[in-house]
């Protein structure tokens, strides 16, 4: 199979900071050169406390969100209270590990707050890893570009911001399957919410 017909385009960043993770991406989506759709949404919030983003086949991103949100549901059915980021990002390592004969073509991130802020990055063959930040995407290595020089320990949220709206910005300047703006969504103690594009723009100053 003709790898560059799998892969799709796009730039998605997460980053933890002293209080919560934020989660960005562009909202561009191609097939080959083809733009397809300017107005994607490549971060779903799954729950309150949960939310992941999505690069690949959005076919196969949408069916896996839909199985972790009813999978979050019967959780909370069952026990009484909402599951952790790692267990939700486990779960679902173990669905593309499961899968990997017949893979889902993704790469995930799952970002969330339980007891503390935690990111988790996955591939398509259920590959979880731990990370203070990442990017995945076609335009991953001008963001990772702007996280290597940026990131550190402790950062407030407002330095947080600025650095993942930079990353992807970085990115749809030079990479031509990320573009059409920037999506943001912010998980800390009270919940997750995605900031609007009138509080995005502030940050491209």
Known sequence: ????????????????????????????????????SKTVE??????????MTMAGGVGDNQALQRYLKAEIELYKYKKGKAPSVKAISTLLANILQQSKFYPFYV???????????????????GGLMKENYTSTGSGS????????????????????????????????????????GVDVVIIDQKKARKLTAQQIQTYFK
């Open 42 to 51: 490549k971060i779903q919030i799954l729950s309150d406390s949960i939310a």
């Open 141 to 180: 290595p001008m963001a990772y570009a702007i996280l290597d020089d940026s990131y550190k320990e402790g950062m407030t949220e407002e330095e947080a911001l600025k650095t993942a709206v930079r990353a992807v910005t970085a990115a749809m300047k030079r990479d031509a399957a990320t573009g059409e």
């Open 1 to 36: 199979m003709d790898e560059n017909k799998i892969l799709k385009g796009t730039t998605t960043v997460g980053i933890t900071y002293n209080n919560g993770v934020i989660l960005a991406a562009d909202k561009r989506a191609s097939m080959e050169y083809f733009i397809a």
């Open 107 to 125: 790469q995930v991130m799952i970002g969330g707050y339980d007891t503390k802020p935690q990111l988790f990055d996955l591939d398509f063959a």
